[in-house]
């Protein structure tokens, strides 16, 4: 069936809090945020959207009876067919709630990954998306899996037929899992080597990291002029980019464009996701970009703080700020982060979309790279021929003379590769 063929699933949005939980997200922001997760799916239409505010989680059924009652009267009126939870719902709470409403329901972990299937381009992420969706769902098994047989597009979630037996699907869902993890660690062998052949080039990995709709993927094709899908949408992008780009400056560099990153992201994802990440951890440089016309822009850049520590990104790293869409604040709010961002080193405050601000980035990207890079003269011993091949095979050697002790070798070479050799 084609794209546009898809039939279009009538969708409400629910994003459940409980009053006296201080230290939870604004629920209002949280809804919208949840709201724009459920357009990211282009065959899903949302018809309403509702803060629902609890004294307490019922354990059974997630809301108690009277809100049970009154939600199900909308929904009918509505002749919603599913409702997305923003929020973790168990498999008991999902299965009496579908039954309570003779509607499909769909957590926040769950409509994250429908997201991440629909997006998912390279063979790596395909496998890794769908691998993350099975080991998310052997533990729930709440409806048949019939999307195992699909070779693309969405996981099954939102459509699909009712309930099968445990045993069939547990097993289905093992041997597929086996099955995915062959495929899975052959196209991470090429992948690895990929990377080895980047890591001999001498030039720093610059790599775009920021929540998801931050503009990234519009700053990534400013600089570099590539055309990568960038869309006013969450997880536009969701496979890696990399392209080599010559700088204003005259400066060659590596620019990286990553998958965003969210407040709550699946444990599943961050686990099947961590060879894709880890491209920032091989970055040199890391530009963290920043929607600062949001009003939770403070809180993502907290999740991206908290992802990027659990990904081992040290704190003595180099990070860039962005402050992107300045285009969207007001004049007097964008004056007011221009002047902040002149003031504090690593801080910049630019429009991805009209190049405003976009100038003193680059050069600060060329100055931080420049440095990066240096000479020097290594002095090795005849019997550190692994050492001497190392560097040949990066391709760093500029010059080599044999002594009576070894070879004095003139290399140039980036910060990363000396920490690699120092690695030896």
Known sequence: MLEHDKPVTRAWVLHPTIKSDKAARDPDAALAEGVSLAAALPDLEVLGQDVVRLPRIHPGKLFGKGKIEELGQRFRAAEVELVLIDGPVSPVQQRNLEKEWDLKILDRTSLILEIFSDRARTAEGVLQVEMAALTYQRTRLVRAWTHLERQRGGLGFVGGPGETQIEADRRAIDMQLNALKKQLAKVVKTRTLHRAGRAKVPFPIVALVGYTNAG?????????????????????????????????????????????????????????????????????????????????????????????????????????????????????????????????????????????????????????????????????????????????????????????????????????????????
């Open 216 to 424: 990234k993927s519009t700053l990534f094709n400013r600089l570099t002029g590539a055309d990568v899908f960038a869309k006013d949408m969450l997880f536009a992008t969701l496979d890696p980019t990399m392209r080599k780009i010559l700088l204003e400056t005259g400066d060659e560099v590596i620019m990286s464009d990553t998958v965003g990153f969210i407040s709550d992201l699946p444990t599943e994802l961050v686990a099947a996701f961590r060879a894709t990440l880890e491209e920032v951890l091989d970055a040199d440089l890391i530009v963290h970009v920043r929607d600062i016309s949001h009003p939770q822009s403070d809180e993502q850049a907290e999740d991206v703080q908290t992802i990027l520590t659990t990904l081992g990104v040290a704190e003595g790293a180099t990070i860039f700020e962005v402050w992107n869409k300045i285009d969207q604040l007001s004049d007097e709010d964008r004056a007011g982060v221009i002047e902040t961002a002149e003031r504090r080193e690593n801080l910049f405050a630019l429009s991805a979309i009209t190049g405003e601000g976009q100038a003193r980035l680059v050069a600060a990207i060329a100055d931080a790279t420049r440095a990066l890079t240096n000479k020097t003269t290594l002095h090795l011993g005849f019997d550190q021929g692994r050492e001497r091949a190392w560097l040949f095979d990066q391709g760093v050697v500029i010059e080599e003379r044999a002594s009576d002790t070894g070879y004095d070798l003139d290399v140039e070479w980036s910060v990363t590769q000396e920490g690699r050799f120092g690695q030896l």
